[in-house]
């Protein structure tokens, strides 16, 4: 499993309804691409934003990275982001405890989203 981590900071006098539009846009992608596993924004206390997509392959990822409506989407970054950040990294281990019981386990079904869960995920106010 391959997982992509990023983090935004928002412009201040960002657009909202065009970031919504983007993001929704951006949602429909990336839940259509071979590969595609699942995707997750978390909010820190002290207002970091992160988000995880995870994708079965690199090559997954990079057909993502490499998307024409996604690299489209890059250009409305600077209308909405002061900073946009992005780590890739490849899972070298992958396991599970369930009821004191350790097990080697591939989780990417835990972590597989239909379309309309991504949505929701985007719905969610991020402000």
């Given at each position: ?26 949602a429909h992608a ?16 002290d207002g ?80």
């Amino acid at each position: 499993m391959i997982i992509c981590i990023f983090g935004v900071t928002y412009r201040d006098d960002i657009d909202w309804d065009l970031h919504k539009r983007i993001s929704d846009d951006m949602a429909h992608a990336v839940a259509a691409m071979p590969g595609f596993i699942s995707l997750k924004f978390y909010k820190a206390d002290d207002g970091d934003q992160i988000g995880i997509v995870r994708f079965r392959t690199r090559e997954d990822l990079k057909s993502w990275r490499d998307d024409i409506a996604h690299r489209g989407a890059w250009g409305h970054a600077p209308k909405l982001y002061h900073e946009f950040w992005v780590q890739n990294s490849e899972t070298f281990d992958d396991y599970v405890w369930i009821d004191g019981v350790h097990l080697d386990k591939d989780q990417s079904d835990r972590f597989q989203m239909t379309r309309d869960e991504v949505l929701d995920v985007l719905s969610t106010d991020r402000s």
